[in-house]
């Protein structure tokens, strides 16, 4: 398991994918991943309007519009590259900044968030760097302010198995968090269905299948491609 971690960590070179506009562009050609989407609407669903919020490893900022839709007073975007940054600065009006999640006791020292969101990007830290990041969470989220993140299932064959969900509960209980809800975003893809949503015509015929995957998910979380958790802060460090 900590070999497989490792390797995804190597494998992933953040200034390479954003600088080259890889995988995660496919907003910037033009159409977006589906489940992506609702990954996102999932997220954005936990906020009120009059929040303020901290998109943590925020990317190029997509998460943005589904948060300003909410009626998100003020969004704040932090990620660790700076290819990601520029991205983000131009695509949105977020205020953004460079740097690790893993920091961010300091780097918001004396500031308060209602609700960190994390999408998609927890699974990049190691079980440390995770620890410290929570805990840096916890002292920058107001009473009873909400930590939501999405991660990936560990049913997922193309991805190691990480963090399960009874041993996220427990984690997240050691700083201070309670597990309100867990929702699945999307039954495990098989692979044709995966690559096929990225060509334009084919992601139609995909897209019918995956709203019934979608469907059944919602209620069958364990079996999900990504899981959302939202969390709530329960007890300062
Ligand atoms: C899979 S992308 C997700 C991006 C975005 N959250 C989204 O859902 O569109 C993973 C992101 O995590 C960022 N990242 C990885 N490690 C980080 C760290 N320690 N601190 C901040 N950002 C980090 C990467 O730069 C990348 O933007």
Not at 32 to 38: A, E, F, I, Y
Not at 46 to 56: A, I, M, P, R, S
Not at 109 to 125: E, H, K, N
Not at 158 to 181: Q, Y
Request: some cysteine.
């Amino acid at each position: 398991m900590a070999n497989n971690r490792k390797a995804v960590i190597e494998d992933k070179d953040f200034e390479k994918e954003y600088s080259q506009k890889g995988a995660y562009h496919y907003r910037l050609k033009g159409f977006s991943l589906w489940w992506m989407d609702d990954n996102y609407k999932m997220l954005a669903g936990y906020c009120k309007k009059g929040t303020v919020v901290l998109d943590l490893a925020c990317g190029d900022g997509r998460l943005y519009y589904y948060l300003k839709a909410r009626g998100v007073k003020e969004i704040v975007g932090l990620d660790i590259s700076l290819s990601a940054i520029k991205l983000a600065e131009r695509l949105t009006k977020m205020r953004c900044m460079v740097g690790s999640m893993v920091d961010i006791k300091k780097i918001f020292a004396g500031r308060l968030f209602d609700i960190v969101i994390c999408s998609a990007s927890f699974q990049y830290l190691e079980t440390e760097e995770l620890r410290r990041t929570l805990n840096g969470i916890n002292s920058i989220l107001r009473k009873d302010g909400l930590l939501v993140f999405s991660y990936p299932n560990d049913i997922r064959i193309t991805s190691p198995k990480i963090i399960n969900f009874s041993e996220w509960k427990a984690i997240l209980r050691e700083s201070g968090f309670e597990v309100l809800e867990k929702r699945g975003i999307c039954l495990y893809m098989p692979s044709f269905l995966v690559s096929v949503s990225s060509i334009p015509i084919l992601s139609l015929v995909s897209y019918g299948i995956y709203q019934l995957y979608h469907f059944v998910s919602f209620f069958i979380a364990n079996q999900s491609y990504h899981y959302v958790i939202c969390s709530r802060k329960g007890r300062e460090l």
